[in-house]
């Protein structure tokens, strides 16, 4: 069985400045990882994965998360974070070759952003 | 674009009280799931289906039980509710198990149970 931890609960930061939301995992076999974001009041969305090939992913509103195998991390970045950012941030993992019982997912992230 | 419809919203039952959610896609998935959220404890899976007229056991299935009788409609039900079941629950749904960039949430009910 897989797990995911997500150390931080809340991780404030000022407006333009950077940020990282760690996340690493546990698994006995390879792994596809996700992060996903959830606005207030809405549903999970898929922000990015890492399926195979290039460790470094990035999404279409300036995040990138980088797959460090040795680490177990898949750690969550953005250089310069705006107020729209704020939401929670969840971490999920599953094992290659997929599963019917779906993705677990970490505890969450709640990224504050402060003007 | 509809893609994952939850009913209700929002609840508030009494304990001892029974209710069902009903989770509507139409995206001609597979696979559905329900999962439930609380603070601090991320989102925990209830129980899954793999298809129409099957369904699984998750991470938490105690005092939920669920029906898949339509391929588009996956039901969660509380036979009798307790104020430990008061949680934000989401349905997905994914084309297959090993689609999962291709999992699409719903947008939650927030249930009470007083």
């Known amino acids: 069985a897989q797990s995911v931890t997500q150390l931080d609960s809340q991780v404030p930061v000022f407006e333009e400045a950077p940020v990282e939301l760690r996340c690493n995992y546990s698994s006995s076999v390879s792994v596809y990882l996700f992060w996903y974001v959830q606005y207030p009041n809405q549903g999970l969305q898929l922000l990015l994965k890492?399926?195979?090939?290039?460790?470094l992913v990035e999404s279409i509103n300036g995040f990138e998360a980088e797959f460090n195998k040795s680490q177990t991390s898949f750690h969550l970045r953005k250089p310069s974070v705006h107020i729209s950012d704020t939401a929670e941030y969840f971490c999920a993992v599953t094992n290659l070759g997929g599963g019917a019982d779906g993705l677990t997912f970490g505890k969450g992230t709640h990224l504050i952003i402060q003007p | 674009n509809a893609g994952v419809t939850q009913t209700p919203k929002f609840r508030v039952l009494k304990t001892g009280q029974s209710m069902t959610l009903l989770c509507a896609q139409d995206m001609n998935h597979e696979y559905m799931y329900w999962y439930r959220q609380d603070p601090g404890m991320g989102l925990r899976l209830i129980h899954y289906?793999?298809?129409?007229?099957?369904?699984a056991k998750g991470e938490v299935p105690d005092g939920y039980n669920v029906s898949r009788l339509k391929k588009q409609n996956f039901l969660l039900g509380l036979e009798s509710a307790a104020p430990s079941q008061t949680s934000v629950y989401f349905c997905?749904?994914?084309?297959?198990?090993?689609?999962?960039?291709?999992?699409?949430f719903g947008s939650g009910t927030q249930l009470s149970v007083l």
């Open positions: 997905a749904s994914s084309p297959s198990g090993q689609e999962y960039e291709k999992l699409f």
């Open positions: 890492y399926l195979s090939g290039s460790t």
């Open positions: 289906s793999v298809g129409e007229g099957t369904t």
